[in-house]
């Protein structure tokens, strides 16, 4: 009597074992050793920093035509019949000046976040409100030109109208900062612990 073979386990194709003995060691890599990894640095302050250092580059070049189209702004003034100041000739200026002063500390600032420094935030924040301080100055002259312009023309019934402008100024200039000073400070509040 000839007996079949019995197949061999190994030439079945099953699998035999139990799935649930999982090994208890931590991960560990081929020298044994624990696999510790990294925390990933968040982007936010790389693309807000690049942001920040656009932005100032761009008023800045635009400042830098200002600073040379004042004199001709205050002379548009005068031919209009509105009488300027030596006090906001030299605002106007001031102002141009540190318009530009704003924009490099926003440049600056931008270039400090995208390498993940905090002081970066604080420069902008900074520049923000150095900006919004003279943008109040901006404002007062704006309503006294527009007020004297009104004035000149002998606009009797829009009395009081440079002092709204000034208000509206005011307003918005606060506004636009807020608006600003969030834009700068989120690096810091998306990713405060990233940051140096």
Do not use: H
């Not at 000839?2 to 074992?17: H, I, K, R, Y």
């Not at 490099?104 to 600032?109: D, E, I, P, R, T």
Request: charged letters at 10%.
């Amino acid at each position: 009597m000839d007996e079949e073979p019995q197949p061999d386990a190994s030439e079945s194709g099953t699998l035999e074992g139990n799935p649930g003995n999982l090994s208890t060691q931590p991960n560990q890599n081929a020298y044994q050793q624990t696999v510790a990894y990294a925390p990933v640095k968040s982007q936010v302050p790389k693309i807000f920093g690049i942001f920040m250092m656009i932005y100032g580059v761009i008023v800045g070049l635009f400042g830098i035509l200002g600073v040379f189209g004042t004199g001709g702004v205050i002379s548009d003034y005068e031919n209009a019949g509105i009488e300027i100041s030596g006090l906001q000739t030299a605002w106007f200026y001031i102002s141009a000046i540190s318009g530009l002063i704003v924009s490099g500390a926003v440049a600056y600032g931008g270039y400090e976040t995208y390498n993940y420094k905090k002081r970066g935030v604080m420069i902008g924040l900074g520049a923000v409100a150095f900006g919004f301080v003279l943008s109040l100055g901006d404002t007062a002259i704006t309503g006294d030109i527009v007020q004297q312009f009104l004035d000149s023309t002998g606009e009797a019934d829009v009395g009081g109208l440079g002092a709204l402008v000034a208000g509206v100024g005011v307003v918005m200039s606060l506004v636009c900062s807020a608006i600003c000073g969030l834009l700068v400070a989120i690096p810091l509040l998306a990713a405060g612990n990233d940051l140096e």
